[in-house]
């Protein structure tokens, strides 16, 4: 790993000063623009130190990586700087003011890095900028006027930043603009009703922002506008203007949760209008009769104050996938017709929500087909629901965005077991191993609401596009993310032979990164997340640089063209730059902050067919188990360890890109008392997480007595103390913290010298994200994936989860390791029948029988601790570092094993309990003998154990 990184850096010095040559034999970047670069340069930082060698000052194609720069054409006899893309590079710092004197750029690119500070106004005196792309990034301070006098700008892509203060009204210069991107910002005032003069704007987005004011009713002049969608502002008290019901080109429309008022005007004569979303504000009156456009896949007016009846003209609409009318007052009838003849052109599904309004009656019981979704209840029609045969209509409400999972996962038909290889399962020449390129793609505005029926569509548009076959797309996964915007992973094959050429990846990139490929209706805008070379593309590119390292050969290689030296700098470039970075994204949330690395240091990557490999093709002799997020199986590396292998199932985890950063950060844990994770696997729509193997199994197995022998109460406690010190450690040593949030006795684990590990831990934050459309869900999943029995009772309360929370699950296993039962059996709770043993007394009643004599005192400790731990009202409950202090106690006066006489020692050596503890364990201990069945006497248990 180590020769190799070395050779590439060595292959990328040498080629980058070969080209150098090249370029400066016959052309010199303008001095100002290289003044200017290092100035850029120094305001940036580059953690990856990607941009290091940079600071020497020479012209940029020597010395940044990723950025194709100078234009060999330029009148003055020097190279511009022509195109600055460091697109998602993990740079902050902020942006200087002298990408001014960039004095004929046209892309200016730093999508998705971390960059803060305010827009440099001066980015306004470069009149030859087609495309400004900083969203993804931290920017804030308001958006310079000067923006508004770039004649050349196409594109303007802001979105996803902290941008504050109003739209300047000099905007409304830019005549050339398409693409107007704005939204995720807190961007407030009025929209300047000047823009409704800009004659190429295509896609207006600035939904999520704090406008305010009204919605200027001269949009409707635009000559071109397709998209425009302007929810979660507030125009309170204001109305939707009349005249959009007469923009003739208008695709979609989304004024979601802007505090509208008055009535829907009429739409019906947009002749291609695919997506109305009106919901969330406050219309009354009655839903316009005028049937919608044949073209229209998604209406929705819920959450308004609609009244009157719903209009038969919902019927006969070919594409409708979604009409929600919900949380109105609407009255009348149900008009069945609407699902009576619809026609499931595309195989779609259909969703009917009319729940939560004043529905009496339906005007025929007809059974809708299948994939017609109806929802009905909230209406008094439910109040009665068998009378009229409805009751499958009246359960819980729909409505719920189809969530994306990923497909087809690859089967090994022999692939060489190399890295970057993989069965392009389309392919007509079957089995055919190919390297593919993966790229992270949303669509930002989509016009659809369930993606499954124009997947193919979506194919045949995306490699038309391309000019590929329409085998060359895999879409590894999809995800929809709140707005709704739709998140994919895409994987490119070659068309021919088994890997891309150099200038193949260069037309593949350029396509997404210049927007070369055009919008489509359905689809709507996109965005390039980013641009992932794996194996063998890194070794490949530098193999052919191996063979070239005298001038001549390298000569043959350029055919001694600049455009060769370009194409082969670019590729150099690029190539070293994505290396770094991979992954996205499946489910790239709202902010994409955090960068992913493909080597993460401590963790190693592992291919799928090294993971199949290790486990005998995943068989079931292999399984050692099921846990929350899919099957788990034992394996056996090439190396001979034994690792434990999380395969998660399809759609329980999160995307790539979030799976990248939580392995990084568990990576960087390590405890004693913490299984320690060994590498992943993220290939072929698997995701896979890599364990040391626990020989002696889970907790759980012993306590029921599936590990041979019950354990004695000081290996109980030495149980409870190591995990309290794992958890303690998630709490306070990791950054930032880690509450566990399903702490159970199966996820404590034994060694083989019985130290309990933690396992599981994190995994919590790589759950996805509840789709909860119109709610923007925060970055870390709250979702509890926690087990029943050992669920924080004030959780249900507050619905937050705090370090007590984890002190709660914990305190219901140390009631497990005492008692052996488990937290919930027969319909009893562990927690609350330990408490009425033990008001009443009869708390040995309850101790494990299994466990062989115990130490009184330390037992009646140890069941008060855990019973603190179990305390309802969280501000009662010990802190983890409590917990371990008073186990660390009541550890002192517990006497080894073998001062017990008991069968347990026996069975424990106690040279593995000292062995592995790191504890002075104290031998004072005096009565022995006590044991747990001679309490007993007299006493009815009401618990059975277990
Ligand atoms: C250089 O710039 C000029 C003007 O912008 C343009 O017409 C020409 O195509 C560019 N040349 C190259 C090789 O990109
Ligand atoms: C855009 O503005 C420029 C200068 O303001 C003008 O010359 C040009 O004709 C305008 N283009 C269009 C399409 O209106
Ligand atoms: C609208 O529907 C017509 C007829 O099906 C179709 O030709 C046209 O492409 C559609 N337009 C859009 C924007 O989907
Ligand atoms: C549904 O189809 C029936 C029979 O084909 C027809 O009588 C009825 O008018 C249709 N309803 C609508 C709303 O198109
Ligand atoms: C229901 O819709 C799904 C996709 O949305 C499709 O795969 C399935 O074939 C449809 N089923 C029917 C019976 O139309």
Redesign the pocket.
Known sequence: MIDSELFIVRAFIFLTVCCFTLFVGAQVTHPSEVGALKVIRSRLTDPKKNLDSWNEGDPCVKKWKGVLCP????SDGYLHV?ELQLLNMNLSGSLAPELGKLS?L?ILDFMWNQIGGSIPKEIGDIK?LRLLLLNGNQLSGSLPEELGYLPNLTRIQIDENQISGPLPMSFANLNKTKHFHMNNNSISGQIPPELSRLPSLLHFLLDNNNLSGYLPPGFSQLPNLLIMQVDNNNFSGTTIPATYGSMKKLLKLSLRNCGLLGTIPDFSGIPELGYLDLSGNQLDGPIPTKKLSLNITTIDFSNNKLNGSIPETFSGLPFLQKLSLANNSLTGSVPSAIWENATLTRNQSLILDFGGNSLTNISRVVSPPANVTIVLQGNPLCLNPNQQNITQFCGASAGEQPSGTSVNATTICGCPVQDGYEINTKDPRQCYCAAPIRVGYRLKSPGIWDFVPYREAFEKYMTAGLTFEIHQLTIESFVWEEGPRLGMYLKFFPGNGSMFNSSEILHLRSAFAEWLIPDSDIFGPYEFLNFTLREPYDDGIFTTSKSGTSKGALAGIIIGTFAGAFILCAIVSIIIVRRRYTGLNAASRKRQTSRIRMKIDGVKSFTFSEMALATNTFSDSSQVGVGGYGKVYKGILANGSVVAIKRAEEGSLQGSKEFFTEIEMLSRLHHRNLVSLVGYCDEQDEQMLVYEFMPNGTLRDHLSGKGKDAPSFSMRLRIALGSARGILYLHTEADPPIFHRDIKATNILLDSKFVAKVADFGLSRLAPVPENSGVVPGHVSTVVKGTPGYLDPEYFLTHKLTDKSDVYSLGVVFLELLTGMHPISHGKNIVREVNVANQSGMMFSVIDKRMGPYPPECVEKFMALALRCCEDETDSRPSMAEVVRELDNIWAITPADDVVPTAAAKRTPRQTTSASSSLVHSTLYTSTDVSGSDLLSGVVPNIAPR
């Open positions: 234009n060999t054409t330029s022509r004929q046209q030859t």
